[in-house]
Protein backbone atom coordinates (compact mmCIF):
# COMPACT_ATOMS: atom_id res chain seq x y z
CA UNK A 1 0.00 0.00 0.00
CA UNK A 2 1.22 3.52 -0.53
CA UNK A 3 2.62 5.79 2.50
CA UNK A 4 0.56 8.39 3.51
CA UNK A 5 1.59 12.07 2.07
CA UNK A 6 3.09 13.14 5.52
CA UNK A 7 5.17 10.12 5.53
CA UNK A 8 6.77 10.95 2.15
CA UNK A 9 9.78 12.95 1.76
CA UNK A 10 11.46 15.15 -1.52
CA UNK A 11 14.25 13.49 -3.22
CA UNK A 12 17.88 14.83 -1.95
CA UNK A 13 19.43 17.07 -4.15
CA UNK A 14 22.62 15.31 -4.00
CA UNK A 15 22.61 13.13 -7.07
CA UNK A 16 20.39 16.05 -8.87
CA UNK A 17 22.84 17.53 -11.42
CA UNK A 18 20.47 19.05 -14.69
CA UNK A 19 18.19 20.85 -12.88
CA UNK A 20 17.59 24.65 -12.37
CA UNK A 21 15.83 24.17 -9.32
CA UNK A 22 18.11 24.19 -5.67
CA UNK A 23 17.96 24.28 -1.67
CA UNK A 24 16.26 27.52 -1.51
CA UNK A 25 18.08 29.53 1.48
CA UNK A 26 17.03 29.31 4.96
CA UNK A 27 15.72 32.49 5.14
CA UNK A 28 13.53 31.77 2.19
CA UNK A 29 12.47 28.73 3.32
CA UNK A 30 11.04 30.18 6.10
CA UNK A 31 9.68 33.56 4.42
CA UNK A 32 7.85 30.46 2.02
CA UNK A 33 6.21 29.01 4.83
CA UNK A 34 5.15 32.59 6.76
CA UNK A 35 3.72 33.99 3.55
CA UNK A 36 1.93 30.89 2.32
CA UNK A 37 -1.68 31.56 2.71
CA UNK A 38 -1.47 35.14 1.18
CA UNK A 39 -2.03 36.85 -2.08
CA UNK A 40 0.08 39.55 -3.70
CA UNK A 41 -2.45 39.92 -6.52
CA UNK A 42 -4.89 41.54 -3.81
CA UNK A 43 -2.08 44.28 -2.82
CA UNK A 44 -5.30 45.96 -0.97
CA UNK A 45 -6.32 43.13 1.08
CA UNK A 46 -2.87 41.54 1.71
CA UNK A 47 -0.65 44.88 2.38
CA UNK A 48 2.49 43.27 4.13
CA UNK A 49 3.12 40.77 1.39
CA UNK A 50 2.53 43.99 -1.58
CA UNK A 51 5.17 45.37 0.11
CA UNK A 52 7.07 42.69 0.36
CA UNK A 53 7.07 42.60 -3.91
CA UNK A 54 7.70 46.29 -3.87
CA UNK A 55 11.17 44.92 -2.16
CA UNK A 56 11.76 41.70 -4.29
CA UNK A 57 11.31 44.39 -7.35
CA UNK A 58 13.62 46.53 -6.42
CA UNK A 59 16.31 43.75 -5.55
CA UNK A 60 15.12 43.19 -8.92
CA UNK A 61 16.15 45.97 -10.56
CA UNK A 62 19.68 46.32 -8.42
CA UNK A 63 20.16 42.84 -9.87
CA UNK A 64 19.24 43.76 -13.73
CA UNK A 65 20.89 47.29 -13.47
CA UNK A 66 17.76 49.02 -13.54
CA UNK A 67 18.27 50.87 -10.88
CA UNK A 68 21.22 52.32 -12.55
CA UNK A 69 18.82 53.82 -15.61
CA UNK A 70 15.79 55.05 -13.72
CA UNK A 71 15.44 58.52 -12.31
CA UNK A 72 13.54 57.72 -9.18
CA UNK A 73 14.58 54.49 -8.01
CA UNK A 74 12.85 54.27 -4.65
CA UNK A 75 10.43 50.97 -3.99
CA UNK A 76 7.57 52.35 -4.66
CA UNK A 77 7.80 53.53 -8.56
CA UNK A 78 10.01 50.78 -9.58
CA UNK A 79 7.07 48.57 -8.62
CA UNK A 80 5.50 49.54 -11.87
CA UNK A 81 8.41 48.38 -13.51
CA UNK A 82 8.12 44.78 -12.53
CA UNK A 83 6.44 42.04 -11.01
CA UNK A 84 7.12 38.56 -8.90
CA UNK A 85 6.25 35.91 -11.89
CA UNK A 86 5.38 32.33 -11.41
CA UNK A 87 8.68 31.38 -13.22
CA UNK A 88 10.51 31.99 -16.22
CA UNK A 89 7.64 30.96 -18.77
CA UNK A 90 4.93 33.65 -17.35
CA UNK A 91 8.25 36.00 -17.72
CA UNK A 92 8.51 35.89 -20.86
CA UNK A 93 4.72 35.06 -22.30
CA UNK A 94 3.72 38.33 -20.71
CA UNK A 95 7.21 40.09 -22.10
CA UNK A 96 5.85 38.71 -25.67
CA UNK A 97 2.26 40.22 -24.68
CA UNK A 98 3.39 43.14 -23.77
CA UNK A 99 5.45 43.44 -26.84
CA UNK A 100 2.92 42.47 -29.34
CA UNK A 101 0.19 44.89 -27.61
CA UNK A 102 2.32 47.78 -27.40
CA UNK A 103 3.58 47.07 -31.47
CA UNK A 104 1.87 49.27 -33.87
CA UNK A 105 3.14 47.64 -36.67
CA UNK A 106 0.49 47.72 -39.13
CA UNK A 107 1.59 44.18 -39.92
CA UNK A 108 -0.52 42.46 -42.70
CA UNK A 109 0.25 38.81 -41.21
CA UNK A 110 0.63 37.87 -37.79
CA UNK A 111 3.03 39.82 -35.37
CA UNK A 112 6.42 38.00 -35.55
CA UNK A 113 8.33 37.83 -32.45
CA UNK A 114 12.73 36.78 -33.57
CA UNK A 115 14.50 34.80 -31.42
CA UNK A 116 17.74 32.46 -31.56
CA UNK A 117 16.73 28.59 -31.63
CA UNK A 118 18.14 28.26 -28.17
CA UNK A 119 15.80 30.85 -26.98
CA UNK A 120 14.08 28.23 -24.15
CA UNK A 121 10.70 26.64 -25.06
CA UNK A 122 8.50 28.94 -23.18
CA UNK A 123 9.08 31.31 -26.51
CA UNK A 124 6.94 28.61 -28.21
CA UNK A 125 3.92 28.46 -25.45
CA UNK A 126 4.09 32.28 -25.41
CA UNK A 127 3.54 32.21 -29.93
CA UNK A 128 1.31 29.27 -29.69
CA UNK A 129 -1.09 31.01 -26.50
CA UNK A 130 -1.07 34.74 -28.14
CA UNK A 131 -1.01 34.22 -31.61
CA UNK A 132 1.99 35.71 -33.03
CA UNK A 133 4.71 33.85 -35.04
CA UNK A 134 8.03 32.87 -33.73
CA UNK A 135 10.70 33.14 -36.31
CA UNK A 136 13.69 31.31 -34.74
CA UNK A 137 17.58 32.03 -36.22
CA UNK A 138 20.57 30.07 -35.84
CA UNK A 139 23.17 30.04 -33.49
CA UNK A 140 26.72 30.81 -34.52
CA UNK A 141 29.34 27.77 -33.82
CA UNK A 142 29.47 28.73 -30.38
CA UNK A 143 25.86 28.90 -29.67
CA UNK A 144 25.34 32.56 -29.51
CA UNK A 145 22.76 34.24 -30.92
CA UNK A 146 24.02 34.61 -34.90
CA UNK A 147 23.61 38.48 -34.99
CA UNK A 148 23.23 38.82 -39.31
CA UNK A 149 20.78 36.30 -38.76
CA UNK A 150 18.79 37.89 -36.45
CA UNK A 151 19.21 41.01 -38.56
CA UNK A 152 17.43 39.19 -41.66
CA UNK A 153 14.86 38.31 -40.08
CA UNK A 154 13.84 41.22 -38.71
CA UNK A 155 10.63 42.74 -40.84
CA UNK A 156 7.98 45.07 -40.83
CA UNK A 157 5.95 42.09 -39.06
CA UNK A 158 8.43 41.98 -36.30
CA UNK A 159 7.33 43.12 -32.40
CA UNK A 160 9.81 42.00 -30.29
CA UNK A 161 13.91 40.75 -30.18
CA UNK A 162 14.74 38.02 -27.89
CA UNK A 163 18.19 37.70 -26.31
CA UNK A 164 18.86 35.11 -23.89
CA UNK A 165 21.84 35.74 -21.56
CA UNK A 166 22.61 32.33 -20.19
CA UNK A 167 20.93 29.47 -22.11
CA UNK A 168 19.44 26.77 -21.46
CA UNK A 169 21.39 24.41 -22.67
CA UNK A 170 24.88 25.68 -23.44
CA UNK A 171 24.77 28.46 -20.42
CA UNK A 172 25.53 31.08 -23.45
CA UNK A 173 25.30 34.77 -23.08
CA UNK A 174 24.17 36.18 -26.56
CA UNK A 175 25.80 39.62 -27.56
CA UNK A 176 23.24 41.54 -25.86
CA UNK A 177 24.66 45.04 -27.00
CA UNK A 178 24.61 44.07 -30.81
CA UNK A 179 21.37 42.57 -30.57
CA UNK A 180 20.21 46.31 -28.63
CA UNK A 181 21.85 47.88 -31.99
CA UNK A 182 19.85 45.98 -34.09
CA UNK A 183 16.51 46.36 -32.43
CA UNK A 184 16.90 49.98 -32.15
CA UNK A 185 17.52 50.17 -35.51
CA UNK A 186 14.79 47.80 -36.28
CA UNK A 187 12.31 50.06 -34.25
CA UNK A 188 11.48 46.67 -31.75
CA UNK A 189 11.87 45.93 -28.06
CA UNK A 190 14.78 43.72 -27.11
CA UNK A 191 13.30 41.17 -24.53
CA UNK A 192 16.53 39.48 -22.72
CA UNK A 193 15.90 35.96 -20.95
CA UNK A 194 18.23 35.68 -18.12
CA UNK A 195 15.47 33.30 -16.42
CA UNK A 196 18.73 31.45 -15.05
CA UNK A 197 21.91 33.09 -15.81
CA UNK A 198 20.44 36.37 -14.05
CA UNK A 199 21.73 36.18 -10.73
CA UNK A 200 25.39 35.39 -12.71
CA UNK A 201 25.85 37.87 -14.47
CA UNK A 202 26.31 40.89 -12.53
CA UNK A 203 29.41 39.28 -12.00
CA UNK A 204 30.44 38.44 -14.82
CA UNK A 205 32.54 40.58 -17.44
CA UNK A 206 28.98 40.56 -19.41
CA UNK A 207 27.03 43.72 -20.95
CA UNK A 208 23.41 41.67 -20.54
CA UNK A 209 20.62 44.19 -18.32
CA UNK A 210 19.67 47.48 -18.86
CA UNK A 211 22.78 49.23 -18.69
CA UNK A 212 22.50 48.11 -22.24
CA UNK A 213 20.49 50.90 -24.41
CA UNK A 214 17.82 49.39 -26.08
CA UNK A 215 17.28 46.45 -23.73
CA UNK A 216 13.83 46.67 -23.16
CA UNK A 217 12.39 44.43 -20.49
CA UNK A 218 14.50 41.49 -18.64
CA UNK A 219 13.62 37.71 -17.84
CA UNK A 220 14.82 37.01 -14.11
CA UNK A 221 14.38 34.16 -12.27
CA UNK A 222 14.73 34.05 -8.02
CA UNK A 223 14.02 30.47 -7.74
CA UNK A 224 16.64 29.55 -9.94
CA UNK A 225 20.05 30.87 -8.87
CA UNK A 226 18.40 33.36 -6.71
CA UNK A 227 17.76 30.50 -3.90
CA UNK A 228 14.45 31.48 -3.26
CA UNK A 229 11.80 28.74 -3.34
CA UNK A 230 9.55 27.94 -6.27
CA UNK A 231 7.13 29.56 -7.56
CA UNK A 232 9.27 33.06 -7.84
CA UNK A 233 10.26 34.12 -11.54
CA UNK A 234 10.22 38.09 -12.59
CA UNK A 235 9.76 40.41 -14.68
CA UNK A 236 11.42 43.57 -15.37
CA UNK A 237 10.61 46.74 -17.82
CA UNK A 238 12.74 49.48 -18.20
CA UNK A 239 9.48 51.92 -18.82
CA UNK A 240 6.32 51.30 -16.95
CA UNK A 241 4.72 51.13 -20.26
CA UNK A 242 5.35 47.83 -20.81
CA UNK A 243 3.83 46.37 -17.54
CA UNK A 244 1.03 49.20 -18.12
CA UNK A 245 0.30 47.19 -21.38
CA UNK A 246 -0.51 44.18 -19.32
CA UNK A 247 -2.52 45.75 -16.56
CA UNK A 248 -6.02 44.73 -16.54
CA UNK A 249 -9.16 46.32 -14.69
CA UNK A 250 -10.16 44.91 -11.76
CA UNK A 251 -13.50 46.19 -10.88
CA UNK A 252 -15.00 44.82 -7.55
CA UNK A 253 -11.21 44.79 -6.11
CA UNK A 254 -9.79 47.05 -4.20
CA UNK A 255 -6.91 47.74 -6.45
CA UNK A 256 -8.01 48.94 -9.44
CA UNK A 257 -5.98 46.57 -12.05
CA UNK A 258 -3.83 43.79 -12.29
CA UNK A 259 -0.82 43.25 -14.51
CA UNK A 260 -0.07 39.53 -13.76
CA UNK A 261 -1.31 36.43 -15.77
CA UNK A 262 -1.72 34.70 -13.17
CA UNK A 263 -4.97 35.41 -10.64
CA UNK A 264 -4.70 34.21 -7.32
CA UNK A 265 -0.77 33.18 -6.67
CA UNK A 266 0.98 32.44 -4.02
CA UNK A 267 2.90 34.63 -1.78
CA UNK A 268 5.16 31.93 -1.01
CA UNK A 269 7.28 32.73 -3.74
CA UNK A 270 7.05 36.62 -3.17
CA UNK A 271 8.56 36.53 0.46
CA UNK A 272 11.26 34.19 -0.26
CA UNK A 273 12.40 36.40 -3.53
CA UNK A 274 12.44 39.16 -1.03
CA UNK A 275 14.55 37.06 1.82
CA UNK A 276 16.78 35.61 -0.45
CA UNK A 277 17.94 39.35 -2.32
CA UNK A 278 18.28 40.40 1.60
CA UNK A 279 20.49 37.71 2.79
CA UNK A 280 22.56 36.93 -0.10
CA UNK A 281 22.68 40.61 -2.58
CA UNK A 282 25.21 41.46 -3.57
CA UNK A 283 28.23 39.44 -1.46
CA UNK A 284 26.03 36.01 -1.29
CA UNK A 285 25.32 35.82 -4.90
CA UNK A 286 29.06 36.61 -5.69
CA UNK A 287 30.57 34.01 -3.76
CA UNK A 288 28.20 31.65 -5.56
CA UNK A 289 29.15 32.84 -9.19
CA UNK A 290 32.77 32.42 -8.18
CA UNK A 291 32.17 28.93 -6.11
CA UNK A 292 30.37 27.79 -9.20
CA UNK A 293 32.69 28.89 -11.55
CA UNK A 294 35.45 27.22 -10.37
CA UNK A 295 33.64 24.30 -9.66
CA UNK A 296 32.36 24.25 -13.59
CA UNK A 297 36.17 24.89 -14.83
CA UNK A 298 37.64 21.99 -12.56
CA UNK A 299 34.61 19.62 -13.71
CA UNK A 300 35.78 20.75 -17.69
CA UNK A 301 38.96 20.06 -16.59
CA UNK A 302 38.56 16.77 -15.11
CA UNK A 303 36.10 15.13 -17.97
CA UNK A 304 38.48 16.42 -20.81
CA UNK A 305 41.34 14.66 -19.06
CA UNK A 306 39.10 11.55 -19.06
CA UNK A 307 38.90 11.93 -23.22
CA UNK A 308 35.57 13.63 -23.22
CA UNK A 309 34.71 16.33 -25.38
CA UNK A 310 33.80 19.54 -23.33
CA UNK A 311 31.57 22.57 -24.33
CA UNK A 312 34.09 25.00 -22.62
CA UNK A 313 31.70 26.82 -20.05
CA UNK A 314 30.83 30.37 -20.29
CA UNK A 315 28.71 30.43 -17.05
CA UNK A 316 28.31 27.75 -14.73
CA UNK A 317 27.16 24.97 -16.86
CA UNK A 318 28.62 22.34 -18.38
CA UNK A 319 27.99 19.92 -21.18
CA UNK A 320 30.32 17.19 -22.36
CA UNK A 321 29.50 14.18 -24.52
CA UNK A 322 28.96 10.75 -22.26
CA UNK A 323 28.55 7.41 -23.91
CA UNK A 324 25.04 6.26 -23.91
CA UNK A 325 25.69 3.13 -21.90
CA UNK A 326 27.29 5.36 -19.56
CA UNK A 327 24.57 7.60 -19.85
CA UNK A 328 22.15 5.28 -18.95
CA UNK A 329 24.21 3.69 -15.96
CA UNK A 330 25.29 6.58 -14.11
CA UNK A 331 21.38 7.28 -14.05
CA UNK A 332 20.71 3.79 -12.88
CA UNK A 333 22.92 5.01 -10.24
CA UNK A 334 20.53 7.70 -9.39
CA UNK A 335 22.68 10.39 -11.18
CA UNK A 336 19.43 12.81 -12.36
CA UNK A 337 21.45 13.79 -15.81
CA UNK A 338 19.99 15.22 -18.69
CA UNK A 339 20.48 15.78 -22.23
CA UNK A 340 21.00 18.60 -24.93
CA UNK A 341 19.48 18.28 -27.87
CA UNK A 342 22.54 17.26 -29.54
CA UNK A 343 23.05 14.89 -26.96
CA UNK A 344 25.36 16.19 -24.51
CA UNK A 345 24.84 15.27 -21.13
CA UNK A 346 24.91 18.69 -18.89
CA UNK A 347 25.44 19.56 -15.51
CA UNK A 348 24.33 22.82 -13.96
CA UNK A 349 25.99 24.03 -11.31
CA UNK A 350 23.59 25.08 -9.00
CA UNK A 351 24.45 25.92 -5.86
CA UNK A 352 23.56 22.32 -4.22
CA UNK A 353 25.98 21.04 -6.81
CA UNK A 354 29.54 20.66 -4.90
CA UNK A 355 32.84 19.34 -5.67
CA UNK A 356 32.20 16.65 -3.24
CA UNK A 357 29.25 15.27 -5.41
CA UNK A 358 30.96 15.88 -8.83
CA UNK A 359 33.98 13.43 -7.66
CA UNK A 360 31.35 10.37 -6.42
CA UNK A 361 29.66 11.49 -10.25
CA UNK A 362 33.28 10.91 -11.61
CA UNK A 363 34.16 7.65 -9.61
CA UNK A 364 30.96 6.72 -10.98
CA UNK A 365 31.80 7.76 -14.62
CA UNK A 366 35.56 6.06 -14.40
CA UNK A 367 33.76 2.96 -12.91
CA UNK A 368 31.29 3.01 -15.94
CA UNK A 369 33.59 4.02 -18.88
N1 LIG B 1 14.23 30.78 -19.73
C1 LIG B 1 15.33 30.03 -19.57
C2 LIG B 1 16.62 30.50 -20.14
C3 LIG B 1 15.24 28.83 -18.84
O1 LIG B 1 16.34 28.05 -18.71
C4 LIG B 1 14.00 28.43 -18.31
C5 LIG B 1 13.86 27.15 -17.53
C6 LIG B 1 12.89 29.27 -18.51
C7 LIG B 1 13.04 30.43 -19.22
C8 LIG B 1 11.54 28.91 -17.97
O2 LIG B 1 11.52 29.02 -16.58
P1 LIG B 1 10.45 28.28 -15.68
O3 LIG B 1 10.69 26.81 -15.82
O4 LIG B 1 10.72 28.83 -14.33
O5 LIG B 1 9.12 28.68 -16.19
N2 LIG B 1 14.78 26.17 -17.79
C9 LIG B 1 14.76 24.87 -17.17
C10 LIG B 1 14.73 23.84 -18.28
O6 LIG B 1 13.83 23.90 -19.14
C11 LIG B 1 13.62 24.64 -16.25
C12 LIG B 1 13.82 23.44 -15.39
C13 LIG B 1 14.06 23.61 -14.05
C14 LIG B 1 13.76 22.15 -15.87
C15 LIG B 1 14.24 22.55 -13.23
C16 LIG B 1 13.95 21.05 -15.04
C17 LIG B 1 14.19 21.26 -13.73
O7 LIG B 1 14.36 20.23 -12.88
O8 LIG B 1 15.61 23.00 -18.31
Redesign the pocket.
Known sequence: MQSSVAERRPQSFER?L????TEPHPAARRAAERFLATNPGDPATYATIAALEREAVAGLAEVTGLTGVVADADPESLAAHGYVT???????VQAVRSARDRADTGASGDPVVVAPES????FHKAASVLGVELRTVPTDADGRADVDAAAAALDGDAVLLVG??????YGRVDPIPALADLAVDAGVPLHV?????GFHLPFSDHDWGFAVDGVDTV?V?P??VGRAA??A?GLLARDRGALDALAIDTPYLETASQASLTGTRSGAGVASAAAAMEELWRDGYRAEYERASDVAEWLAGELHGRGLRVVDPELPLVAFDLPDATFEAVRERGW?L?RTGADEARI?VMPHVSRASLTAFLEDVDDLL
Open positions: VSSMCSGGTESNAHFSVAGTTEDAAWGTDHKVPGRSV
